[in-house]
């Protein structure tokens, strides 16, 4: 993985991680996260559809945040390792 920047769709973006943070059970909010970062690093399963979550944008996109995918990755990552879940949502 590089680190180019990857082009987000800012409304969908802010709405899979208000969902994955409304989490309660840490099982479940790791697996969204792993999910999530499974999105940003292949790009091709973000497809709006029956598998996509419609979070990669494209360059014509109006509403977009541009953000270094492995920043983004690195910050998931630390999340998947945390011990607790305190420590995981903060």
Same mark, same amino acid.
């Given at each position: 993985m590089s680190n180019d920047p990857a082009l !987000? *769709? *800012?409304e969908r973006l802010i709405a899979i991680l208000k969902e994955i943070a409304a989490e309660g059970d840490i099982f479940i909010f790791k697996n969204k996260? #792993? &999910?999530l *970062?499974? #999105?940003i690093i292949a790009p091709d399963s973000n497809q709006d559809g029956e598998n996509g979550n419609g979070l990669i944008a494209s360059c014509e996109s109006s509403d977009i945040l541009n953000? $270094? $995918?492995d920043?983004?990755?690195a910050e998931l990552d630390?999340?998947?390792e945390a011990q607790t !879940? &305190? $420590?995981a949502k903060y």
């Open positions: !987000f *769709k *800012k996260v #792993s &999910e *970062k499974t #999105s953000y $270094r $995918r920043l983004l990755v630390q999340i998947l !879940f &305190e $420590r």
